[in-house]
């Protein structure tokens, strides 16, 4: 079983249609969870950080349950530019150096 | 720019050739890492320094890969006798964290150097 587990998709959705991925994590001791984004051969930049109380920025809400060991990231109102591959990252060793742990990656297409 | 940077961006090697791939972290970093992604998978982690001190190493997938740090700044990863199945796209990236209660500071990634192994 991978640490870290998301669909992989594709997403192909419309412009304006609410989004959501999920993803679950192997270790319950894991202490910091994020969600990147990668575009097409770039690399991964944080979007943002998740927190157990859930937290929005903008038209990106996520979510974590720690009981279920589960995260998720909603995209309300998607635009073309939010076309990318979301990688659920954990940092699995939260007493230790921010190694981080990343899923595979769900990749989004957002169309006209 | 102030980001992370690595050179060469691309690399194509013989299969049993050496490379060596290189990292400029952002100025004042503490904390860099390797990391090894593979086509449609997330990164992988390889290595960790914290200033140039190797703390962990655990992610190197065999004893052909060697990193280093010597200064604390610029970063230096090595593969020897090189093989198809190291074709992947290696990323660097820095944090200013020190580890233990600011483990979780963001990480900034460098753009990858893509490896491809004939």
């Known amino acids: 079983r991978k640490e870290v587990e998301q669909d992989p998709g594709p997403f192909n959705v419309p412009e304006g249609a609410t989004v959501a991925f999920n993803c679950t994590y192997s270790n319950s001791a894991s202490q910091s969870f994020f969600w990147y984004r990668q575009d097409c051969r770039k690399e991964p930049k944080l979007l943002m950080s998740?927190?157990?109380s859930g937290n929005e920025d903008g038209r990106f809400t996520a979510q974590l349950n720690r009981a279920s060991q589960y995260i998720s990231l909603l995209i309300r109102d998607p635009k073309l530019s939010d076309s990318a591959t979301y990688l659920c990252?954990?940092?699995?060793?939260?007493?230790?150096?921010?190694?981080?742990?990343f899923g595979q990656g769900t990749i989004l297409t957002v169309h006209p | 720019g102030a980001g992370v940077s690595q050179s060469p961006r691309y690399k194509v090697a013989k299969r049993g050739q050496d490379v060596a791939l290189r990292c400029d972290p952002i100025?004042?970093?503490?904390?860099l890492f390797w990391y090894q992604q593979a086509l449609g998978q997330g990164p992988e982690f390889l290595t960790y320094?914290?200033?140039?001190?190797?703390?962990?190493k655990s992610g190197l997938p065999s004893d052909r890969f060697f990193a280093e740090r010597p200064e604390g700044s610029v970063s230096t990863l090595k593969i020897q006798r090189t093989q198809q199945e190291d074709s992947a796209v290696y990323l660097c990236?820095?944090?200013?964290?020190?580890?233990?209660?600011?483990?979780?500071?963001?990480?900034?990634f460098g753009p990858g150097t893509r490896l491809t192994v004939l």
């Open positions: 100025s004042g970093h503490v904390s």
């Open positions: 998740v927190y157990s």
């Open positions: 320094f914290q200033n140039e001190a190797q703390l962990d």
């Open positions: 990252v954990v940092n699995m060793d939260g007493t230790s150096h921010g190694k981080l742990t």
């Open positions: 990236a820095s944090s200013p964290a020190l580890g233990l209660a600011e483990a979780s500071d963001t990480q900034y």
